[in-house]
């Protein structure tokens, strides 16, 4: 049973506009969340992530935005670079500390 | 720190035979975890290790699988017998939990990913 959800396993940007990554989870105790960008022959890279107690955190180009009632994260990368095109995941942690992951996202940005 | 170090890069091995995968995480981290990378499922979590104990091993798909963590700097996931359907790419990562200057509890950090073992069986 996937309890973090990524629903749209690929996205196409133009270079400079805004990239919008989903992400839905099912846990109620996840209190940690996390995403990570994958280039293709490497390991997942940690990029960026929140803890439960904030709905928002911001690091440069990438914000990550939490919905809790929704339990709903979203990534938002401006202005996105070429650079970027990877897959991303999304990640979740409760107290147990295992992380849960999504199945990817494959974002293109085109020049 | 090397970061999580992982090998073999890719394994090609036939039905039937055993493989070992193997893992050196980053030096001070007290978890370890094992994933296997796929279309279907993104990054499944095999089992994990706190200081060197397993944990979790629910994710472990078949008795062929096991995985044992002898000490701090070194684990190893193997199948045994391997079938074609086991090919992905397996990752390791670790993760600690750090001291907060403030005192009180301490702070999960993000796990670090080792480069994968492409594991082909054919």
């Known amino acids: 049973d996937q309890q973090v959800k990524q629903n749209s396993p690929s996205l196409s940007v133009q270079e400079g506009r805004i990239s919008i990554l989903n992400c839905d989870y099912t846990?109620?105790?996840?209190?940690?969340f996390l995403w990570y960008k994958k280039y293709p022959a490497e390991g997942p890279t940690f990029l960026i992530s929140?803890?439960?107690?904030?709905d928002k955190n911001e690091d440069g180009r990438f914000t990550v935005f939490l919905n809790k009632s929704a339990k709903h994260l979203s990534l938002h990368i401006v202005p996105s670079q070429p650079g970027d095109s990877a897959v991303y995941f999304c990640?979740?942690?409760?107290?147990?500390?295992?992380?849960?992951f999504g199945t990817g996202t494959s974002l293109t940005v085109i020049p | 720190d090397a970061g999580v170090i992982q090998s073999p890069r890719h394994e090609v091995t036939e039905m039937g035979q055993e493989v070992t995968l193997r893992c050196k995480p980053i030096?001070?981290?007290?978890?370890l975890f094992w994933y296997r990378q796929t279309m279907m499922r993104g990054l499944e979590l095999l089992i994990y290790?706190?200081?060197?104990?397993?944990?979790?091993d629910s994710g472990m798909p078949e008795d062929r699988f096991s995985a044992k963590m002898p000490n701090a700097s070194f684990s190893t996931l193997k199948i045994q017998p391997s079938e074609p359907r086991d090919s992905a790419v397996y990752f390791c990562?670790?993760?600690?939990?750090?001291?907060?200057?403030?005192?009180?509890?301490?702070?999960?950090?993000?796990?670090?990913f080792g480069q994968g073992t492409r594991l082909t069986v054919v």
């Open positions: 990562a670790s993760s600690s939990r750090e001291a907060q200057p403030t005192g009180g509890e301490r702070k999960r950090t993000e796990a670090f």
């Open positions: 846990n109620s105790m996840f209190d940690y």
């Open positions: 929140i803890s439960s107690i904030k």
């Open positions: 990640a979740a942690s409760a107290l147990g500390n295992q992380f849960y």
């Open positions: 030096s001070g981290h007290d978890y």
């Open positions: 290790f706190n200081n060197n104990v397993p944990i979790d």
